[in-house]
């Protein structure tokens, strides 16, 4: 690559040049044949170069070839790049997350410049993939620092609001979504695109999956994150309190209402967002007074005929299906799909089989700081509980590794402590630990010449395990990524 060049040094005799020279050389080979990738954009933005191992990524970046990638700015192929803001102020990013298409990275950004200093261009390496031990590691331990910066903020809030100011801030970023599998890589990606905008979002998914985590998320990642975040749990709230919880009181309204009225949630979210948890189970006479809020951008506070602007944010969970409940006349289809506009799935826990180990890494680091010492657990132990269904998703996850630190016997448990503590728990029915992926075959003569029909049945096994790995046992699921019925699948696997 000749891209990369160092300036002379008139401080250095003729053999100290061609030693920095070589020395630059051997880094870029060095960083080339390391690295998971390596691309280069020029003065302009432009992508110039990618190499070899870097085209691996193209497929799941939406490109068939190389020459829809290269030549193209680069703010338009790669999605999330900082490639643009290195170039510009000319300072490298030399440790970073990259969430795209292709997965999540650990990157670095380094710009070029040519004999007389100017920056010419910007040198992108990717260090690691999401697959890497190393990727599973950096991200545990950055959410674990992000944790420890968010409970610091809040007990800063704490102390702004004994001062005499309200603090309304979020708990969580999109960091604190755990995972790097390719479900959580997804909705992260999606939840990111959810933040520039300021369309309603509607979280959809079981309970326990972390629609509340990536509600604030959204909003700290969103242009109203210095606003304040207000939330409501509808389901948790009588029904004959929530217009005055959403609207506001006004002075006097009715008999023994506060001399000064008080402000509801609508107004309390002003200039940030407005988190409505379980919306499916709203009344229905409050669903028309909702929309006509959403869709005038005023609200009318219960005994008031005065209406008060808001500017909020909306966003939506629900663990019920609103399309359902819209059939069968129980959900307003017009709200529905004003609240809609950018549904986003959070897949549950039972998809995500390979965050299970860093789920459970920053869960007992939770444990540890409320005075709960964690078990530790053996790979054959993550590998079992990795396989379950968790019909209660993480919230059950942590409840069986706060029952396991109660019952166990020692500080690490194996595969039969663990079957014991689910049993315990009362998980049924109790799936088996999914089989260590097999290695490939090698690749040579020998293994080419073996009956095509062994070859082909071996190759359906390897794709079934990784199906089944990747959907954390869930047949259904699996057979729907292999684009089979769950009766080939079945009978697949007894063929195995």
């Not at 396989?387 to 209660?392: F, K, S, V």
């Not at 684009?483 to 696997?493: P, V």
Request: aromatic share 4%.
């Amino acid at each position: 690559m000749s891209a990369v060049q160092t300036p002379p040094s008139p401080a250095l005799p003729l053999d100290g040049e061609r030693i920095l020279a070589l020395a630059a050389r051997s880094m870029f080979e060095l960083f080339e044949n390391a690295s998971e990738g390596m691309l280069l954009i020029d003065r302009d933005a432009r992508v110039v170069w990618i190499n070899e191992p870097y085209r691996r990524f193209l497929p799941a970046m939406g490109f068939a070839r190389e020459e829809d990638f290269v030549g193209q700015p680069v703010t338009q192929v790669i999605d999330n790049t900082q490639m643009h803001e290195v170039l510009s102020t000319g300072k490298p990013i030399l440790i970073d997350l990259l969430g795209n298409k292709a997965g999540t990275f650990v990157v670095s950004r380094i710009p070029l410049r040519d004999e007389a200093g100017a920056v010419i261009g910007v040198l992108g390496i990717v260090l690691f993939d999401q697959s890497s031990a190393q990727m599973r590691a950096l991200t545990t331990q950055f959410a674990r620092l992000q944790q420890q910066l968010q409970d610091a903020q809040r007990e800063l809030d704490a102390q702004r609001s004994s001062a005499g100011g309200l603090a309304r801030r979020t708990k969580y970023t999109l960091a604190s979504f755990v995972g790097v599998s390719p479900a959580a890589v997804e909705v992260k990606r999606q939840a990111r695109r959810a933040a520039q905008s300021g369309s309603p979002v509607l979280l959809l998914g079981e309970t326990g999956t972390g629609k509340e985590l990536l509600a604030h998320g959204i909003h700290a990642a969103s242009a109203r994150a210095l606003g304040p975040f207000v939330g409501i749990n509808i389901a948790a709230v009588p029904e004959t309190l929530l217009e005055a919880e959403f609207f506001g009181v006004a002075p006097g309204a009715y008999t023994g209402a506060e001399r000064k009225g008080r402000q509801g949630k609508f107004k309390l979210a002003d200039g940030g967002t407005l988190f409505l948890d379980e919306i499916g189970d709203m009344p229905l006479a409050l669903q028309a007074k909702l929309l006509r809020a959403l869709q005038d951008g005023e609200i009318e506070p219960l005994g008031s005929n005065r209406l008060v602007p808001f500017d909020a944010r909306i966003i939506a969970a629900t663990s019920r299906d609103l399309a359902a409940l819209v059939q069968a006349g129980l959900f307003r289809e017009d709200l529905y799909y004003r609240l809609s506009v950018l549904p986003l799935r959070v897949p549950p826990l039972r998809e995500r089989g390979g965050d299970i180990p860093a789920l459970v890494e920053l869960l007992g680091d939770d444990m540890a700081q409320r005075g709960t010492a964690p078990p530790e657990l053996t790979p054959d132990a993550l590998a079992l509980l990795a396989a379950q269904h968790w019909r209660g998703n993480i919230r059950e996850l942590r409840n069986v590794l706060e029952q396991a630190a109660l019952h166990a016997e020692s500080d690490r448990l194996d595969a039969a402590h663990m079957e014991a503590v689910l049993r315990l728990s009362g998980l049924a029915p109790i799936q088996p630990a999914l089989p260590p992926a097999a290695p490939p075959p090698a690749d040579d003569e020998a293994a080419l010449l073996q009956p095509l029909a062994e070859q082909v049945r071996a190759l359906e096994q390897r794709a079934i395990a990784a199906a089944l790995r990747a959907t954390g046992g869930n047949k259904l699921a699996a057979a729907r990524r292999l684009g089979i019925s769950r009766a080939t699948l079945y009978e697949r696997l007894g063929a195995g």
